[in-house]
Structures are given as C-alpha cells and as structure tokens.
C-alpha cells in the first residue's frame, strides 16, 4: 500500500515549475497553452488566467512552440527574440505510449544583462579550471634538466652521463647520495630526458609523510575505508603517476610493512586501494633516492632485501660538494645568476676572498647549503660584489680562525657570539659525522629533532 510520502502529490507541481530559475511555457499538441510559470507571466507583463487556454503564438512573440508540436524535433539553446531582448529558448516535445501530446519551452535568459552576468560567471569559472589544470600539471611536471647539474669533476661528471644514458630506459633507478647534493634534480632530469616525460612525474618523500598516512597517499582509498575517507575516494601517488615517473625520496625512511607492499607493486605492476578489493593496473617508472647506507640496512635488516635488489637495477651515486671543489666556483655562478632573477638583481660577483672561503669550506649541507648562503648574501647586499661581511655567522668565523691561526692572536667576541659559534660548530661537526643526516645528527647532539630544525634555520645550514 503506498503512503501519501511515496510520490510527490500533484499540488507541489506548480510550485516547482514556479520555483526554477527560468521562464516555463507548456503548451498541448495543438500549440494551446496548459500552463505559464510566474516567472514568464511577470516577464510578459500578462497573469496566467490571460494565457491560459490561448494559442502560444498569441501570447509569446517569435515563438516556436506550435511547430515543435508539430515536427517532435527538440530545438535547444535558440535564439528568440522577445520585447527587443535576445533570449536562449530550449524546446521539447513531450511524448506519451510514443504519441506527442505537448512541448515545454524554457527560457534561460530574458535579456542581455542576464547573459552577460551569466557569461562574467563562467568566464570566472574557466579561468579558475585553467589555473588550477596549470598548477595541477606544473606539480606533476619535472622542473629541471640535464642543463641544470653543473660541474665538471670526474665523479660529477661520470654520475650525469650515466644517469643521461640510462634515462630512455624503464628500469628502476636507485640514487645515491648526501642531503643536498641535488638527487631530486637528477630524477627531473631523468624523467624529462625520457619516453615518459609527457606524462606526470609525481615526488614522494617517505620520510615527511607518516607511517599511519603512507599507504593511503601512496595506494589511495575508497569512499568510507575509515574515518573522514573522503566522498568517492581517492586517487594515491602512483595512480597519478600512471604512464609516468613518481619519485621516492628518502626510500630509507620506509617502514619495513610498506616496503613489503611497495614490493608486491613493482612486482605485479598493479596497486589496491586502502579498503579496496580490485587491483587496478599501473605504468610507472620508479626513482628511488636516499642519503643512508643503504646496503649497510640491508646487512642489519632494517630494510628488505629483495626490495634493494628491485630498485638498484641501475644505481647512481652523487658525490657530496666537499669532494669536487673544483666544481664549487661553477655551481656558485649558476646559483647566483639563478638568484639575481629572481631578486631582479643582476651583475652581482663573488669577491676572491669569498670563493677562498667556500673553497675551504667542508659543506655539509652541500649544494643546499651552498644555496641558501648565496641567497642570505644577496638579501644583505648593499654594492655588486659579495665579500666576506655578507656570508653567515659560522662562514665568517671559519675565516676569522684561519687568521688567528695566522697571526698567532685571537680577538675576544662578545659572549654570545662566542656560544653560537660554538654552537654552529658541533652542529656541523655532528652532520658531517652523520653525512648530512639530521635526524641522526640531532641523537648525537642530544637534543629533540624539532630542535635541530629549529637551530638549522638559525645557522643556516
């Protein structure tokens, strides 16, 4: 038995037509109209009783809706012209047991004002789509070249041509070297020289995303896998990547279970979404870098072996910028002209001094850190030539050493210049004993991660 709630009583009809935002003629197959919403009827300036029962063509001007009736043709986004207003019509006949019986006619617009609103709207709309498809591809887009690894030392040298050989290939590529030596350029410029460069290159960092997350952002979800799942899931990295390239960064830093599931992927080339039960096929190429002992890991079983194995079917080791000082000056300059754009800046120089200094310099934030010195001289600089007053703190103390070292004296620093050179000091003692890695570097200083970070960005480094 149905209740009066089962379907929609015939009273509410009137009132729904009344209620869209558009004009609603209904006439019968005799072109006769049945009904006019008060939305037409304000329009025409007529009351519905004046229409109702009167030839279409009495009552709308330019009207078509007595030929619909007649031809059964739908006639969509058409021009009509009413009280000297262009409008947009759309017309459709109205079949029952396969006989016409009628047509409904809407009007979107009922004057130009209301097009052109309506056009500033979607002009808004697609300009936001556009910037937005622009962002979208630009973050899944490699940002660098082969152009972009300067330097000329051997083992820079040796690691870039292997690395431009290997790039036309499908084979997993495994990256090796310190934080900062550039193993994030390398991948763009691998996937960039490649068949694949058309398609996303999508960037992990393991080590940033946590344990709990990193299934879910790698795989993806379905729609209610757990708690605050988003409404029909969603897509996980290597499902963006697909034709692609993704990039796992700090592939060390993976938990020994998701490196058993990364494994099962790279294996049967197909990935399962967190609280999906259909496998769905995958085409990605995968580069994996890291900064730890990788093979050393695999001796103490903190990371698996036939994983190691899947990803170093090609392995490229990046020498850390203490080794290739020659190539110091080259990066420098790059760097500085990289810098002087985006500072609107130009014919800035190194001074002789300042290039001494950096050739003496160990860097233990490599390239990175290198970077970031350059940039905090051009903020400072006040002329065109950086000199040793515009370098850090822990640079300028580094020359002030080697000078009392040479004149046998030492100049007595206020207190709290002394303790932070100290400071900066053991900072960069403990990266260098960890090979950049600061989560290991802040264990051996004793102090919180956060901490570390937080003294990082004081010093610099």
Wanted: proline content about 3%; overall charge negative; charged content about 25%.
């Amino acid at each position: 038995m149905k209740r009066e709630r089962d379907y929609i009583p015939y009273d509410w009809f009137e009132e729904v037509i009344n209620a869209v935002g558009e004009c609603v003629v209904i006439v019968d197959n005799h072109g006769v109209i049945l009904h006019l919403n008060t939305a037409y009827c304000e329009f025409l300036g007529i009351v519905k009783e004046e229409a109702i029962g009167k030839p279409v063509q009495d009552v709308i001007e330019n009207t078509r809706m007595h030929l619909v009736v007649k031809t059964g043709q739908a006639e969509l986004a058409a021009v009509q012209s009413i009280h000297e207003s262009d409008m947009v019509a759309n017309r459709y006949p109205i079949y029952l047991n396969g006989e016409i019986v009628g047509a409904v006619g809407t009007v979107k617009f009922r004057n130009r004002q209301e097009w052109m609103e309506y056009a500033r709207k979607i002009q808004s709309l697609l300009e936001e789509l556009t910037y937005y498809k622009t962002t979208l591809e630009g973050a899944l887009g490699s940002k660098y070249s082969f152009d972009d690894l300067i330097g000329r030392s051997n083992a820079f040298v040796e690691a870039k041509h292997l690395a431009e050989r290997v790039a036309g290939s499908q084979s997993s590529v495994l990256l090796l070297g310190e934080s900062g030596t550039g193993k994030e350029l390398f991948a763009h410029a691998i996937h960039q020289r490649s068949a694949r460069a058309p398609f996303p290159f999508v960037r992990v960092n393991c080590a940033s995303i946590p344990e709990h997350l990193l299934e879910s952002e790698l795989f993806g979800y379905e729609e209610g896998a757990f708690t605050g799942a988003k409404r029909g899931g969603k897509k996980g990295k290597f499902q963006l990547a697909h034709r692609g390239t993704i990039f796992l960064d700090e592939i060390g830093d993976m938990p020994l279970a998701m490196q058993s599931k990364l494994l099962r992927v790279l294996q049967e080339k197909e990935i399962e979404r967190v609280g999906g039960q259909v496998p769905i096929s995958i085409d990605v190429r995968v580069i994996a870098a890291t900064h730890h002992n990788i093979e050393k890991m695999v001796q103490e079983g903190t990371f698996r072996e036939d994983l190691y194995y899947r990803l170093n079917v090609i392995k490229i080791d990046i020498p850390p910028l203490r080794e290739r000082k020659e190539d110091i000056t080259l990066i420098a300059e790059f760097l500085l002209k990289k810098l002087e754009r985006t500072f609107n800046r130009y014919g800035i120089e190194l001074s002789d001094e300042v290039l001494e200094r950096f050739y003496h310099h160990t860097w233990p934030g490599n390239i990175r850190e290198l970077e970031n010195v350059l940039e905090r001289a051009v903020n400072v600089l006040d002329q065109q030539v950086i000199s040793l007053t515009h370098l850090p703190l822990y640079l300028r103390d580094e020359e002030q050493h080697v000078a009392h070292n040479k004149e046998t004296h030492s100049t007595i620093r206020p207190l709290k210049e002394t303790m932070a050179a100290v400071e900066k000091t053991a900072m960069v003692q403990a990266l260098q004993t960890t090979k950049g890695n600061k989560v290991a570097a802040a264990k051996l200083l004793d102090i919180s991660k956060t901490s570390f970070y937080e003294k990082c960005k004081l010093h610099e480094l």
